[in-house]
């Protein structure tokens, strides 16, 4: 294992100030460049099969078809210019396309396994896969004009099997949670290994860093909750299943609310618990999804329904029972309840000025776009034929994006078209 240099110093707050949480002192290990090629457009094999017909009341504006079989996930750019996005899936590949035109720009291989994660860094300059095969394959863009030409950067491996991949909200460090009970904190683009995490007991199945970028929240299937400082292999808390008030039955999801001092954690129960991060205390019980086996909370975020983002917050979750359950943290009510006809897989909340907007995604098909202030229901998106496994924004809120088992991605305007029914860039 070769040192690192103690000269480079990882700013990966994006401020410049002295609020540095992790330099090259915390890397474990370097990950040497494999000497992959720049990728070209369109780069490699075969297509997958071929992707189920849309019905016939779809109102959808652009289509992506190349994967053929289940893509498991989407992710626009996080630019609101790019109007591209990454998808993962059953084909164990990943495509960067266009989603004004549905054409491919780089076909992503090298995955022995269904690629399940694929995320865009904060500024969109790298973007990850992940898979069942246990790799996390990155590339990055060549040059600064257009976002058409991409090279691969490095392999990076340790997950038996990669559950999940985020990137740090204002750095370019990534992890990644394992199958094996283990997370992987890299730096990037140099692919060194900046700690491995050896707290959990089960499958780490959701993860998150607080949006302030300090700390890391993640989760598993044997329903622990633990809270880390990134700099230390140690856990600041612990949350068990062993404390009756916790047991979750499995963690499932989770969320943290935009002031970085709560989490909202999801159950394989269908129960809903808020955790001080502060104090590293149950604060919490929210009780309005159907709970018992066979129900679970499969997605948590937050919304802005008053403009206000240093407050407790307003939680968002879904759940198997088809609700998605507004909560207002500040008193643990439940603000509204809203339907699908099935599972809730994804839930949205575009920025602002459209924050106040709710996306949810859902097994029976559809996506629907509401506002959470009131809870009416403004639109529903439809096309998919299947399940919708993973959704996601683009255009800086403007689009929707969802990715099916019917082997599409699809594309939908959160406003209306223009008069040739074009998705606005």
Same mark, same amino acid.
């Given at each position: ?261 709560? #989490? $909202?954690? %999801? /159950?394989?129960? &269908? ?5 001080? +991060? *502060?104090?590293?205390? @149950?604060?919490? !019980? =929210? ?27 307003? #939680? $968002?979750? %879904? /759940?198997?029972? &088809? ?5 207002? +943290? *500040?008193?643990?009510? @439940?603000?509204? !309840? =809203? ?41 529903? +998106? ?44």
């Amino acid at each position: 294992m070769s040192e690192p240099s103690h000269q480079e110093q990882l700013d990966i707050t994006g401020t410049g100030d002295d609020e540095e949480f992790l330099t090259s002192d915390d890397v474990l290990e370097e990950v040497d460049d494999d000497g992959d090629h720049q990728m070209d457009e369109d780069d490699s094999d075969e297509e997958g099969g071929e992707p189920s017909q849309p019905p016939a009341d779809s109102n959808f504006e652009q289509s992506f078809s190349a994967h053929g079989n289940s893509v498991f996930t989407v992710s626009g750019h996080p630019s609101p210019s790019a109007p591209i996005a990454v998808s993962g899936g059953e084909d164990d590949l990943g495509y960067i396309w266009d989603i004004t035109d549905g054409e491919v720009i780089v076909k992503l291989s090298g995955h022995t396994d269904s690629v399940t994660s694929a995320s865009w860094s904060h500024d969109g300059e790298m973007v990850a896969t992940g898979g069942m095969d246990g790799k996390v394959r990155v590339w990055k863009r060549v040059g600064t004009d257009g976002w058409r030409q991409w090279e691969f950067v490095t392999e990076l491996t340790g997950p038996d099997e990669v559950m999940f991949l985020r990137w740090h909200p204002k750095g370019n460090v990534l992890l990644a949670g394992s199958n094996d009970g283990t997370l992987w904190l890299w730096q990037l683009p140099s692919g060194n290994t900046m700690q491995v995490f050896a707290g959990h007991s089960g499958p780490v199945q959701t993860g998150e860093f607080t949006p302030d970028g300090k700390r890391i929240v993640t989760a598993d299937g044997d329903g622990n909750l633990i809270y880390w400082d990134p700099r230390s292999p140690t856990p600041v808390f612990k949350l068990s299943s062993s404390d009756g008030r916790f047991n979750l039955e499995g963690i499932t999801s989770l969320g943290i609310n935009p002031s970085s001092t709560l #989490a $909202v954690v %999801g /159950g394989m129960n &269908g129960g809903i618990r808020v955790v001080s +991060l *502060a104090k590293g205390q @149950l604060v919490g !019980t =929210l009780s309005g999804h159907s709970e018992g086996e066979n129900s679970s909370i499969e997605a948590v975020t937050f919304v802005d329904v008053g403009g206000k983002s240093d407050g407790p917050g307003v #939680a $968002v979750t %879904g /759940g198997t029972d &088809g609700k998605a359950c507004i909560w207002d +943290l *500040a008193t643990m009510r @439940l603000r509204a !309840t =809203l339907e699908h006809e099935d599972a809730i897989t994804s839930l949205l909340t575009p920025p602002s000025p459209k924050s106040h907007t709710l996306i949810s995604a859902s097994a029976d098909k559809t996506l629907k776009v509401w506002d959470a202030r009131t809870g009416n229901l403004l639109r529903t +998106l439809k096309g998919h034929s299947e399940v919708i496994n993973s959704a996601s924004l683009g255009l800086g809120g403007d689009v929707v994006l969802g990715a099916s088992d019917d082997g599409l991605c699809l594309v939908w305007t959160t406003e209306k078209t223009d008069e040739n029914g074009m998705v606005p860039v």
